[in-house]
């Protein structure tokens, strides 16, 4: 007989813990990607907001020279508006994974997360 | 046949049982052999034998074929009582009451297919386990667990594809 013969000799069971496993595995590797999402924002040194880049938001960073607006659209993460006399992290634009975007007088990070190959896993 | 075969029946059991873990324990070597990409994830085809005997002889007999594979594999290897062994160890008790529990279920529900698969979750479950207790505390196992389970899915539906073949093919 095939081996196409075979999978229709299967079970219901078979087939529940075939798809259910299946399911479960893809729900899991999900989970995996999620890493990449995260979002920090730091303040002066110290972790200001930790939170997904799924979830479009907009956040007022206040720091010594006023508000830096971080905006979070679409998966996506970038310095919207920033006091800081150069610009330089609002020039950055949407930051890629694993990027950092640093607007120094205003003592504000914002670091998109990366799903990074981690040799202690393995 | 002579009536002397009456008398050797529970030897011939054992050497049935010895036999089948003697090819269980061939696979593993086999098995050792081939490069794989990552340390621990193996086709982990011994269990072919174990499902087999788990339908041929019953569970007891499966946990001896089993059990004897892990010590005689490990021997033979070089792993006895190392780190491997007790995660070959975990994983293959984890299986065997797995195994133990699924075999009361009627045969029309579920099949080698559905047993093999559970079977392998349980075994990667256990020494993931064993992993994140034991040899790895702290470490995040999630983007692994993704991984092996995926690994796991795909060797037990093969291992249970192959063990309705050969039991097809035994009848």
Not at chain 1, 84 to 90: A, D, H, K, S
Request: with cysteine; glycine share 12%.
């Amino acid at each position: 007989m095939s081996g196409l013969g075979r999978l229709r000799g299967l079970r219901p069971g078979d087939w529940l813990v075939l798809v259910g496993g299946a399911a479960l595995v893809a729900l899991l590797l999900g989970q995996v990607g999620a890493a990449g999402d995260r979002v920090a924002i730091k303040q002066g040194g110290r972790l200001f907001l930790e939170t997904t880049a799924r979830l479009d938001r907009s956040i007022a960073v206040p720091g010594p020279l006023g508000i830096t607006q971080v905006e979070i659209r679409a998966g996506r993460v970038r310095v919207l508006a920033d006091p800081g006399p150069q610009q330089i992290c609002v020039r950055q634009g949407w930051l890629l994974p694993g990027q950092t975007a640093l607007c120094l007088p205003n003592r504000v990070s914002v670091e998109r997360g990366a799903s990074v190959y981690d040799s202690l896993n393995y | 046949m002579t009536h002397s075969t009456i008398d050797l029946a529970v030897t011939a059991e054992d050497r049935h049982i010895a036999t089948l873990a003697a090819a269980a324990v061939g696979l593993t070597l086999v098995e050792a052999a081939i490069p794989l990409p990552l340390p621990g994830v193996k086709p982990g085809l011994a269990n072919i034998v174990t499902l087999i005997v788990l339908y041929r002889l019953g569970w007891r007999a499966a946990v001896w074929v089993s059990l004897l594979r892990i010590v005689a594999g490990a021997l033979a290897l070089g792993t006895f009582l190392s780190p491997t062994f007790v995660m070959s160890l975990a994983g293959g008790l984890a299986s065997l009451a797995a195994l133990g529990a699924l075999v009361h279920l009627p045969k029309t529900l579920i099949g080698p297919v559905g047993l093999s698969l559970l079977a392998a979750f349980a075994h990667i479950g256990a020494q993931l386990g064993v992993v994140s207790v034991w040899l790895m505390p702290g470490v995040n196992l999630l983007p692994l667990l993704a991984l092996f389970l995926g690994a796991a899915w795909l060797s037990g539906l093969v291992n249970g594809l192959v063990v309705a073949n050969l039991l097809e093919i035994e009848k």
